[in-house]
């Protein structure tokens, strides 16, 4: 059901802002999370999801925005109609987590 429904916003999102050119939007949230000043993945997961950094390239590149809008590393929808916006930070946790 969550890949149906990522492939849904996919397909509706591609031909309005993508038009000819190829955006690759839908991604393992491992992939998503990867990250390039630490050279490390932050999370095993391959669940899809929608990377933000290539959607948001393509909606700045459709708008003609001449800077670049901040966007969440991804986004994820659970089958109970929840969109989830994903950020992910990099850090060192200190102590144990319950």
Do not use: W
């Amino acid at each position: 059901m969550k890949d149906k429904v990522l492939k849904e916003i996919h397909d509706y999102i591609v031909p309005i802002l993508f038009k000819n050119r190829e955006y690759d939007l839908i991604k393992t949230l491992k992939e998503s999370s990867y990250s390039e000043a630490n050279n490390q993945y932050m999370t095993e997961s391959n669940s899809l999801v929608i990377k933000c950094e290539n959607l948001r390239d393509a909606y700045c590149s459709y708008n003609k925005y001449s800077q670049q809008v901040k966007s969440v590393d991804a986004v994820y929808k659970f089958e109970n109609k929840k969109i989830y916006l994903i950020e992910f930070k990099s850090g060192a946790v200190k102590g144990k987590i319950y």
